[in-house]
């Protein structure tokens, strides 16, 4: 897109680019340390650093251009356009609402609440047989990252499969208005972020996605949550259904050996199975749904085959190692309370069939507002009905989970080790942790809570723990 291009997307003049309107630039960035010849420099004043102050670092590192809050006459005197706008982060949404209008690309958008990334992840892997795909880039779903990811297309793929996140009222209504989804697909809803959601739900907030299709669009949506369906059918744009769950719907999946990753699918009147690197009722869910979005772009099911066949999953998410006795589940990148009772159920069900107990090491859940409270108690009690042995817990509301946990269970059974730090962490596994046999050990929680150095100290206390590594998503 040439500067001048941008200027007329953004309603400035571009007379005043005289001699550099016609320069082009390939792609949208926000760090200066990622900025490179081809790059627009995004200026974001943020609460702990402004953007504005690294601009001539990125100029530095090549960036060809700079979409700024305020005047930088600096960087205007050595050559380099500076487009000025009141608000720099919907300005880079309108310059991504504009390069969308020019794509042919069939455009793919996905939400959810739980396993979003790892579902955009298998789609684009599995359209890719078809032809070239763009997506966005690990969790990259905001306002920043999502137009991003889009500015950083060629332009001339056959599709774009990219992820909606939202945290705050409103954050549907911009997204989704930048992409204009020809297909839009809503995963599964539950509660996530509520804190900035307002009192609506989710399942409103997020079904907003199908009031921006494009024209034609097609919307696809779980038939397994009550409060989803209802919502999708109120945004009148008669959506497609699909479950995981045995409700009636034309595109179905199952997964009946939860020790294997095969999945047997039915779409809209076709019955075949697919080898997908999941497991358990969550696995079927994302294998029906990926499935599903390809089947209505078109693919048959020899390139849905190939294309599962394909799929390699972001690291953090469900990925299974050994480490010695124990089979560990790395589900650190994130924790909501759907995500961490599908991981709890699945990983507890693995235990059963190996006849192992299930070690947790979990992390308070984020974001959820007044509802934190009501939440984490609940989490102690799936924690007791799943009967799992120790339960190692980092962050905040560990009094709630204690109390649900030991609403159901014996306290004298003293499952329950608050933990602050790897240090904490390695002195407390071998006082409570570590057993012979081994089982399975799970480590889940919200961001914040970073597990995964809880996880890096364990490994590295153990060497054993990379032999025989197994990449594989529960």
């Known amino acids: 897109m040439t500067i001048s291009e941008m200027a007329d997307a953004l309603g400035l003049d571009a007379k005043g680019f005289a001699g550099r309107a016609d320069r082009a630039l390939t792609c949208a960035v926000t760090d200066s340390r990622e900025a490179r010849p081809g790059a627009l420099f995004v200026c974001v004043p943020g609460a702990r650093a402004d953007g504005h102050d690294f601009a001539d670092s990125a100029v530095e590192n090549g960036a060809g251009g700079v979409l700024a809050c305020r005047p930088l006459p600096e960087i205007s005197a050595r050559g380099v356009p500076v487009l000025v706008v009141p608000n720099t982060v919907k300005a880079l949404g309108r310059l991504a609402a504009h390069w969308r209008d020019r794509t042919s690309a069939r455009v793919v958008c996905v939400t959810g609440t739980a396993g979003k990334t790892t579902l955009k992840e298998t789609l684009a892997a599995v359209l890719a047989v078809h032809g070239k795909t763009a997506r966005t880039p690990l969790n990259h779903n905001n306002q920043i990252g999502m137009p991003c990811a889009v500015l950083d297309t060629d332009g001339d793929e056959a599709f774009w499969v990219m992820e909606a996140g939202i945290s705050h009222e409103g954050d549907m209504d911009e997204l989704a208005s930048i992409l204009r989804p020809d297909l839009a697909l809503v995963l599964n809803v539950g509660p996530g972020h509520t804190e900035g959601l307002g009192g609506r739900g989710v399942a409103w907030h997020k079904a907003r996605l199908l009031a921006h299709l494009a024209p034609g669009g097609v919307a696809l949506v779980s038939a397994d949550y009550a409060d989803l369906v209802a919502e999708a059918r109120a945004t009148g744009a008669q959506p497609l259904f699909f479950s995981a769950a045995g409700a009636e719907a034309p595109y179905t999946g199952a997964m009946p050996d939860g020790e294997s990753g095969r999945c047997r699918l039915g779409l809209a009147g076709e019955s075949f199975e697919v080898e997908t690197p999941f497991r358990g009722a969550f696995g079927a869910?994302?294998?029906?749904?990926?499935?599903?979005?390809?089947?209505?772009?078109?693919?048959?099911?020899?390139?849905?085959?190939?294309?599962?066949?394909?799929?390699?999953?972001?690291?953090?998410?469900?990925?299974?190692?050994?480490?010695?006795?124990?089979?560990?589940?790395?589900?650190?990148?994130?924790?909501?309370?759907?995500?961490?009772?599908?991981?709890?159920?699945?990983?507890?069900?693995?235990?059963?069939?190996?006849?192992?107990?299930?070690?947790?090491?979990?992390?308070?859940?984020?974001?959820?507002?007044?509802?934190?409270?009501?939440?984490?108690e609940e989490l102690g009690r799936l924690l007791a009905r799943l009967d799992v042995a120790v339960v190692f817990w980092k962050g905040g509301h560990g009094d709630d989970v204690k109390a649900g946990l030991e609403s159901l269970a014996d306290p004298a059974a003293d499952r329950w080790m608050p933990v602050n730090d790897p240090g904490d962490f390695l002195r407390a596994w071998a006082e409570r942790g570590e057993r012979p046999g081994g089982g399975v050990l799970l480590f889940k929680g919200s961001r914040a809570n970073r597990l995964e150095t809880l996880l890096a100290a364990l490994e590295t206390a153990r060497p054993a723990a990379h032999e025989g590594e197994e990449a594989r998503v529960l």
């Open 285 to 376: 869910e994302n294998a029906v749904a990926a499935a599903a979005a390809a089947h209505l772009l078109g693919l048959d099911a020899a390139e849905i085959r190939r294309g599962f066949a394909s799929v390699t999953l972001p690291p953090q998410r469900c990925v299974h190692k050994r480490l010695g006795p124990w089979r560990v589940i790395d589900d650190t990148y994130n924790a909501n309370p759907l995500s961490m009772r599908r991981m709890l159920e699945a990983a507890a069900a693995e235990a059963a069939r190996a006849g192992l107990p299930l070690v947790a090491v979990l992390g308070e859940m984020g974001e959820l507002g007044a509802e934190s409270a009501h939440h984490h």
